[in-house]
Nanobody, 124 residues
Framework: QVQLVESGGGLVQAGGSLRLSCAAS????????MGWFRQTPGKEREFVAA????????AYADSTKGRFTISRDNAKNTGYLQMNSLQPEDTAVYSC?????????????????WGQGTQVTVSS
C-alpha cells in the first residue's frame, strides 16, 4: 500500500509559478509510474501529467504541455509538478497518483493510489 501526500499548493497571480510535491511512503514508489490529476467543483477529474518509474517517459495533457513539467526523485520517494505561466483556469485541487500507465489519455480509474490533494488558486 502506497500513501501519497501532496504539498506546495497555494494562491498565485496569473502568470506566476508553483511547484507541487508528492511524498510517497509505504511501498516501492521507485518502481511505480506516477502522475497528477486535477479537479474543480462540479467537474470530472482531469489528467494533468504522468511520468514513468524511471523518469524516462512523460506525458502531458494538451492544456498543460509546454507550461507544466513533471519530474521525480526516487532517492527521496518524491514526485514534482512544476507549473509555470499559470492561468485562472488552472485553479483546481491537484492530486498525486501512482501505479498506472503513462500516456496522454489517462482516465482516473487507471491509477490505483491517490493523495488527498492540494488546492491551487490562480487569481486574474
Amino acid at each position: 500500500q502506497v500513501q501519497l501526500v501532496e504539498s506546495g499548493g497555494g494562491l498565485v497571480q496569473a502568470g506566476g509559478s508553483l511547484r507541487l510535491s508528492c511524498a510517497a511512503s509505504g511501498g516501492t514508489f521507485s518502481s511505480l509510474n506516477m502522475g497528477w490529476f486535477r479537479q474543480t467543483p462540479g467537474k470530472e477529474r482531469e489528467f494533468v501529467a504522468a511520468i514513468s518509474w524511471s523518469g524516462g517517459i512523460t506525458a502531458y495533457a494538451d492544456s498543460t504541455k509546454g507550461r507544466f513539467t513533471i519530474s521525480r526523485d526516487n532517492a527521496k520517494n518524491t514526485g514534482y509538478l512544476q507549473m509555470n505561466s499559470l492561468q485562472p483556469e488552472d485553479t483546481a485541487v491537484y492530486s498525486c497518483v501512482a501505479s498506472g500507465p503513462v500516456h496522454k489519455r489517462i482516465t482516473p480509474k487507471e491509477y490505483a493510489y491517490w493523495g488527498q490533494g492540494t488546492q491551487v488558486t490562480v487569481s486574474s
